[in-house]
């Protein structure tokens, strides 16, 4: 089982900070000198300069001025690396025949989710290749051409695209699968 992003920061963190005290505790054994007593000596040091700083004579509006640059260059960072994702290696791959039906769709960026997802996904007649709509009347549901005689009675296409989406990502998968395990030269 793989550790979660919150997991790995807390091992991490734990981890330094477990190497740290064991080398502070290893400099007072080889000193000769009370446990802990060069912990003391840096959290003094590091306590009597965060005072020092914190009481330093500096003008309100200098700390204003730096707060609003350091939030400016964070807020443009974040936007450059916003807008300079990385295109997915499948965004070409937009066209398949899936239960003898030719079908088109594009990619959108979900913002929210921050990922590319399937969009306008289209059924193309296998005969003349124009789009094929579905129809509904009353409970009988079909698909037919919009130029030719081409029709499937009794399923509308259109109803259940779900399952085309689900192909296509699978078909994704598969592909990613067999370039990663076959990749080409």
């Given at each position: 089982m793989a550790l979660s992003k919150t997991k790995k920061q807390i091992t991490f963190i734990s981890t330094v900070l477990s190497a740290i005290v064991s080398i502070l505790f290893l400099i007072d054994w080889i000193k000769s000198v009370p446990v802990f007593s060069t912990l003391k000596f840096v959290w003094n040091w590091l306590v009597e300069h965060i005072v020092w700083i914190a009481t330093y004579n500096i003008q309100v509006w200098i700390i204003i001025v730096a707060l609003a640059v350091v939030i400016a260059l964070i807020k443009v960072s974040v936007s450059i690396k916003r807008n300079t994702l990385k295109t997915p290696p499948y965004i070409d791959y937009t066209e398949d025949i899936i239960d003898n039906i030719k079908w088109k769709w594009k990619y959108q960026f979900d913002q929210f989710d921050r990922r590319y997802v399937i969009a306008e996904q289209k059924a193309y007649c296998p005969k003349c290749d124009s789009l094929l709509r579905g129809k509904s009347i009353y409970s009988v549901q079909q698909t037919e051409c919009i130029?030719?005689?081409?029709?499937?009675?009794?399923?509308?296409?259109?109803?259940?695209?779900?399952?085309?989406?689900?192909?296509?990502?699978?078909?994704?998968?598969?592909?990613?699968?067999?370039?990663?395990?076959?990749?080409?030269?």
């Open positions: 130029r030719c005689n081409f029709s499937i009675q009794e399923k509308n296409i259109y109803s259940d695209l779900s399952r085309i989406n689900l192909i296509i990502i699978d078909n994704i998968e598969r592909k990613q699968k067999s370039n990663s395990v076959n990749p080409i030269s």
